[in-house]
C-alpha cells in the first residue's frame, strides 16, 4: 500500500493550491475507503482536516469550513484537497491518509488511519 502525496508550495495568504494524493495497493476497497487529510505545524500536533467518509460523505474541520474541498477521482485512485483563501496559520505539513473501517466517531483521530503518505509541505506567506 502506498500514498504519494504532492502538490505543496509557496503561496501568498489569500492565494489557493490543490494537493492530490494517489493511493495503490487498495484499489479493490476504493469505494468503501475513507480518505483524509491532516496537518502538523513545527511544535504542534497532528490534527485532521477533511474526510471523505467511506466513499460518500465529507467532513472539514472548523477551521478550514468554507475554504477547502475534498474530494476523489475513483477513475484514478486519487484524492485532491482544493484549499482557497488560504491563511498564514495554513502553513503546515500536509498528510493524506486512509482508512478501511473507521467510525464517524473517530475521523478526526490520526491513530484510526491505517495508511499514512509521506507529508507535503503547504507555506502561506502573509
Known amino acids: 500500500v502506498q500514498l504519494q502525496a504532492s502538490g505543496g508550495g509557496l503561496v501568498q495568504a489569500g492565494g489557493s493550491l490543490r494537493l492530490s494524493c494517489e493511493v495503490s495497493?487498495?484499489?479493490?476497497?476504493?469505494?468503501?475507503?475513507?480518505l483524509g487529510w491532516f496537518r502538523q505545524a513545527p511544535g504542534k500536533e497532528r490534527e485532521f482536516v477533511a474526510v471523505?467518509?467511506?466513499?460518500?460523505?465529507?467532513y472539514y474541520a472548523d477551521s478550514v469550513k468554507g475554504r477547502f474541498i475534498i474530494s476523489r477521482d475513483n477513475a484514478k485512485f486519487t484524492v485532491y484537497l482544493q484549499m482557497n483563501s488560504l491563511k498564514p496559520e495554513d502553513t503546515a505539513v500536509y498528510y493524506c491518509?486512509?482508512?478501511?473501517?473507521?467510525?464517524?466517531?473517530?475521523?478526526?483521530?490520526?491513530?484510526?488511519?491505517?495508511?499514512w503518505g509521506q507529508g507535503t509541505q503547504v507555506t502561506v506567506s502573509s
Open positions: 491518509a486512509a482508512a478501511t473501517g473507521v467510525i464517524l466517531s473517530s475521523i478526526a483521530r490520526p491513530s484510526a488511519y491505517n495508511y
Open positions: 495497493g487498495l484499489t479493490s476497497s476504493w469505494n468503501s475507503l475513507s
Open positions: 471523505s467518509w467511506r466513499g460518500s460523505r465529507t
